[in-house]
């Protein structure tokens, strides 16, 4: 209803009954509820998942610094038309 231009003449015309909110859910309270918790869970999910991956990646930073590389050499990729 809101959604129309001039919603306040329409509602003033039309008897109540037409105009009515319908509710999505009969127990709005218990729907929020569920809703609530549905989303709680796949957070508490994505959480675990966001810090299994830093921790894989704090991992894999370990061991190349444990592999020989040190603080002085370089990852960086050598230019191919460069002379050496």
Do not use: Y
Not at 15 to 41: S, V
Not at 60 to 81: P, W
């Amino acid at each position: 209803m809101h959604a129309l231009h001039n919603a306040h003449l329409i509602r003033a015309i039309l008897p109540r009954n037409l105009t009515a909110p319908i509710p999505l859910f009969t127990d709005r309270r218990t729907k929020h509820f569920e809703i609530a918790k549905m989303l709680r869970d796949s957070q508490e999910t994505k959480r675990a998942a966001r810090k299994a991956a830093n921790d894989a990646k704090k991992a894999t930073a370990v061991s190349i610094v444990e592999e020989g590389l040190d603080e002085f050499s370089s990852r960086k990729r050598r230019r191919e038309d460069a002379p050496e």
